[in-house]
């Protein structure tokens, strides 16, 4: 699974603006890239945290918290699902991806548990 970390323009919300249509135009090609390959199982894009809940598990009990949430850094934006023979492919593939932010930004990939 791989996430395109949050910044704080993607907390603010989507901008429809000429680099936020551009930016999306390059995703969609890298999408199309992946789905001919046959890597590309799933993508969206979330909502920013002001639209979300966490909910906190302690034992039995369990507390609501309201978005907007801190530490922006360690937020999820958006994700893809990607079907990948190891790390090194899914790498080489995020290396491709344009930049899906203003600024600066991170993709994590993370591996599915494997019961095997």
Do not use: H
């Not at 919300?13 to 890298?30: C, I, L, P, Q």
């Not at 799933?42 to 039995?60: C, H, Q």
């Not at 369990?62 to 699902?81: K, Q, S």
Request: include cysteine; proline fraction near 5%; hydrophobic fraction near 45%.
């Amino acid at each position: 699974m791989v996430f395109v970390k949050a910044t704080e323009d993607s907390e603010e919300g989507f901008v429809d603006d000429a680099w936020s249509a551009e930016m999306m135009a390059a995703m969609g090609r890298f999408n199309d890239e992946l789905r001919a390959a046959g890597v590309l199982i799933m993508a969206d894009g979330l909502k920013p945290t002001s639209e979300a809940k966490r909910v906190a598990f302690d034992g039995p009990g369990r507390t609501v918290i309201d978005g907007p949430f801190a530490e922006t850094r360690e937020l999820v934006a958006g994700f893809w699902l990607w079907e990948v023979k190891d790390m090194d492919e899914a790498v080489a593939w995020v290396k491709r991806c344009p930049n899906p932010m203003r600024t600066a930004s991170e993709i994590d990939i993370r591996p599915l548990f494997d019961r095997d």
